[in-house]
């Protein structure tokens, strides 16, 4: 595990540019250059040289950011600007008691027996039987048994685990049909524990995902955006992803999955829907194509549709003002569309839209792909 120490050069490799104040949803908002990279890389540069320590003011700048990566794709440097924060992150978090306290909630003895209890109570649910001998029967896909099948391992991430709406969507539309969806039992992703500074759990979660990644798929499938962009950074190198030695190029999303099966669905009644990308979605290509299959649907954009919704976790509850601000900003943008719908690939910022929708009377309704495709009537 690096230390910040070890990130020195390039931290002097910022050329205090600026031009990351051009991208920062924050900097926008407030003016701040301590929300931006290069005001971070000056306080961090103190502290590696003894002129300053890494005390609680510092944190709360290192706290004040989105993870959107915005910065590090628009840096010319291209300095991994969330791996130095997380590692500041850590070293800060691991000495404070607050810190400790957090790390013990994140630990596999308390949240990964939490997440294990959920997984338990809803697969001896009588209903999720009951739901998935329905989905079985409902594919009208059907393809020969003797058919060569696409292998998914299907990355469910924590949001699935608790309220399975997305697998028991996946079971209705490709059981019976040339796609095979593959369960295991993975941990989280392990984006919350680099947002807190926890480096060994994630560590942890990482190790224990990569070892279930260690088998016969074609795809690693996620309905996250976010867990599939976690997952795609558990290593540096796209080649050395899994023991199997599979890259970037062995992910697809749900939302690509559906649009390269060319799935047709039918809605009841004419509905206008907008959508709002995720800043972890690298691609949202497939968005336009699932429309286009989509009878009674009429997509309207809204304005700067690929901003950042302003929730990250827990950034909406250290700096709430902030994020509020952000969501709202957001959620008046797909409000002015007059879509009946906004549409999202992403669990966290499903709750960034609504929480920027909080008080306002007639908004459309906030769902995730596979929760607005499940509306269809006929698919």
């Not at 990351?20 to 931006?36: E, F, M, R, W």
């Not at 300095?79 to 957090?102: H, M, N, Q, R």
């Not at 003002?321 to 906004?342: E, H, L, R």
Request: charged share 25%.
């Amino acid at each position: 595990m690096k230390k910040l120490e070890d990130f020195k050069e390039e931290i002097n490799k910022c050329s205090k540019c600026g031009l990351c104040q051009s991208v920062c949803p924050i900097y926008k908002l407030t003016g701040n250059d301590c929300a931006v990279s290069r005001g971070k890389f000056v306080m961090l540069d103190g502290v590696l040289k003894g002129d300053l320590k890494l005390n609680k003011n510092i944190n709360k700048y290192l706290d004040l950011c989105l993870k959107c990566d915005k910065c590090s794709n628009f840096c010319p440097s291209s300095i991994d600007v969330c791996k130095i924060l997380e590692t500041a992150k850590y070293e800060y978090e691991k000495k404070s008691l607050l810190g400790k306290f957090i790390f013990f909630l994140e630990s596999k003895y308390v949240f990964g027996n939490l997440l294990k209890l959920f997984k338990t109570m809803k697969n001896s649910h009588p209903l999720r039987a009951w739901k998935q001998l329905f989905a079985s029967g409902a594919s009208n896909r059907d393809v020969g048994a003797g058919e060569n099948k696409l292998k998914l391992l299907y990355f469910k991430g924590c949001v699935n685990n608790i309220f399975p709406q997305t697998d028991e969507f996946l079971h209705k539309l490709f059981d019976n049909s040339n796609v095979e969806i593959i369960e295991k039992d993975f941990d989280c992703c392990g984006l919350p524990f680099l947002s807190s500074g926890n480096l060994e759990r994630f560590e942890e979660v990482k190790k224990h995902n990569l070892e279930l990644m260690d088998c016969d798929f074609d795809y690693i499938l996620t309905d996250c955006a976010s867990c599939e962009s976690t997952l795609k950074g558990y290593n540096p190198s796209p080649c050395t992803l899994s023991p199997l030695g599979r890259g970037e190029e062995n992910f697809i999303s749900l939302g690509e999955l559906i649009a390269n099966q060319n799935i047709k669905f039918k809605f009841e009644k004419p509905i206008k829907v907008t959508f709002h990308k995720p800043c972890h979605l690298e691609n949202d290509n497939f968005w336009l194509k699932i429309i286009e299959n989509c009878e009674n649907v009429e997509y309207v954009e809204m304005k700067d549709y690929d901003e950042c919704c302003g929730f990250s976790g827990e950034f909406a509850i250290k700096n709430h003002k902030i994020s509020m601000q952000i969501s709202k900003q957001k959620a008046q943008n797909a409000i002015n569309t007059g879509a009946d719908y906004v549409v999202t690939t992403c669990p966290a910022c499903v709750l960034g839209l609504k929480q920027g929708m909080l008080g306002i009377k007639k908004t459309p309704k906030v769902l995730s792909l596979s929760d607005f495709l499940n509306l269809a009537i006929n698919v």
